[in-house]
């Protein structure tokens, strides 16, 4: 079969358990594309060829013996922020550009343990600082719609891997928008889970009280199988939470869009930057849902012009704490012939983070220094919690909340934006993060330039099936999520 790469996951699963083709053909297929294609994109950190060849054909041995399970043999991209024994994990930095990790992170472990097939390491914005993935030290990955623009960030290599057809779905992260933001940007959909609801261990940190992995697909469908192994309780990240989780893939048509209440803040519409296309296209999506019987409500975020300053007190104060252990002693980059060991410690840093790490971590080390953390850090944290209770209020009046994922579409490579700029085009993402909730991007159409627009829904806590629920009905009323990067098309 020359077109494996437009399977959806469910027809992957059907395909391998009814022997329609091997788990061997369809990971032969994806790497030829990936050699064949990526040069162009450059998705890809590590190509793990061998390694997936050996697990396709243990998840062939699997089904055949008939002890596989629905992904057995279903091939995967992980952002390269998960760890993965014996493969390098570098987080886009010079800093673990050499750093091979013994132990693989539950989020991979798991993949591993439902028979999933490992393609590689996707590019991403260095220790997911960005929202271009031009942060990375493996240079800039290419926008599949456009090659001369960014696939958004930090995820952006696994948005365009999936986009280019390059990996069926992709695991991201998101601390202030990084699974959302490329997923609009590249035209899929990707879900920000409850903080607590997917295992951190093995993730390599950036702001721990923010972090959160979830999954990066075509369709809410796509997404809500790798939901399903992603999810749970995990023993070695205390913050996860312990909960029962839903079957994702069975709730697909669990949330009636018929008397959903969808909240649209006024602030959120009225924001400078707001693109007209991103806007029309936002708004004619939202039309589509009331057509299909939602309310829309009007709704009140008064908090909205905090969340930038809020953000980035908050994430860069956790960085420059969690990013303390890259001394260039214990692990990663270390500088040569130091002189003692403090030139030892200043020059592994200087030369082993890049330019924006460097500034967060500067930031952030103020921000929480004796004298200014009262001013700074604890009254980020208060405006942090009015945040949260902005939400909760809106809450008790509708069951999601509509807003783009971003204000712009997929920005031009170079494009060089001011730290300002780049950061206050976060705006629709990051209070998500601050206030632990779920949220999830999903394909609306396109602007004038033909690059990709996302619609987001925000959920109240562990609201995940009902969001994916939601998009997953919209997709099935509208065509949006099957257009195809002209990229994508191609055969290899
Ligand atoms: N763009 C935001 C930042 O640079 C979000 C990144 C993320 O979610 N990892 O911090």
Request: charged share 20%; with cysteine.
């Amino acid at each position: 079969m020359t077109d494996l790469h437009r399977l959806s996951i469910r027809e992957l699963s059907e395909g391998l358990a009814g022997a329609k083709f091997s788990s061997r053909e369809l990971t032969e297929h994806y790497l030829k594309r990936i050699e064949k294609i990526d040069a162009q994109v450059k998705s890809y950190v590590t190509v793990t060829a061998e390694q997936a060849l050996a697990q396709a054909d243990a998840a062939d041995a699997a089904i055949k013996a008939g002890t596989a399970s629905v992904l057995t043999g279903v091939p995967i991209a992980h952002k390269d922020i998960f760890c993965t024994q014996g493969i390098k994990t570098t987080a886009g930095s010079k800093m673990l550009d050499n750093f091979i990790s013994p132990y693989d992170a539950t989020v991979v472990a798991k993949g591993k343990a439902a028979g999933l097939v490992t393609l590689g390491k996707v590019n991403m914005d260095e220790f997911a600082m960005g929202s271009t993935s031009e942060n990375s030290y493996y240079g800039a990955t290419a926008n599949p719609w456009n090659l001369s623009h960014v696939p958004g960030g930090s995820s952006g290599g696994s948005a365009a891997a999936v986009a280019a057809d390059l990996a069926p779905f992709a695991t991201g992260t998101d601390t202030g928008g990084s699974i959302r933001q490329p997923a609009s940007f590249c035209g899929l959909t990707g879900l920000k889970p409850t903080y607590g609801r997917v295992s951190r261990f093995g993730m390599i940190a950036y702001a721990s009280s923010l972090d959160q992995g979830g999954p990066m697909a075509r369709s809410a469908e796509d997404c809500a199988y790798l939901m399903n192994v992603m999810a749970g309780h995990d023993a070695k990240d205390s913050t996860s939470v312990e909960k029962n989780i839903d079957n994702y893939v069975a709730n697909l048509n669990g949330t009636s869009v018929k008397g959903l209440r969808i909240g649209i803040p006024k602030q959120y519409f009225n924001v400078a930057g707001l693109d007209a296309d991103v806007k029309a296209r936002v708004e004619e999506s939202l039309k589509k849902l009331e057509e299909m019987g939602a309310t829309l409500v009007e709704i009140d975020l008064t908090m909205t012009d905090a969340y930038v300053p809020t953000y980035y007190l908050i994430a860069p104060a956790e960085a420059s704490s969690n990013l303390q252990r890259f001394d260039g002693v214990r692990y990663g980059y270390r500088a040569e012939n130091p002189v003692d060991l403090m030139d030892l410690y200043k020059r592994s840093r200087s030369e082993g983070f890049g330019k924006e790490v460097q500034q967060r971590i500067l930031i952030g080390t103020y921000a929480l220094s004796a004298g200014y953390y009262d001013a700074y850090y604890v009254k980020a944290q208060k405006v942090r919690r009015l945040i949260q209770q902005d939400f909760l209020k809106a809450f008790e009046s509708v069951d999601v909340i509509a807003a783009p994922a971003a204000p712009t579409t997929a920005y031009k490579i170079g494009a060089n934006l001011s730290p300002v700029e780049m950061y206050l085009g976060d705006i629709y993402t990051i209070a998500v993060n601050l206030a632990g909730l779920p949220a999830i991007n999903a394909p609306v159409g396109f602007d004038k330039d033909n690059l990709p627009v996302g619609l987001q829904l925000i959920g109240n806590y562990w609201s995940e099936s009902q969001l994916l629920s939601v998009v997953h009905q919209y997709q099935q009323a509208t065509d949006w999520h099957t257009k195809r990067a002209a990229i994508a098309e191609e055969n290899a």
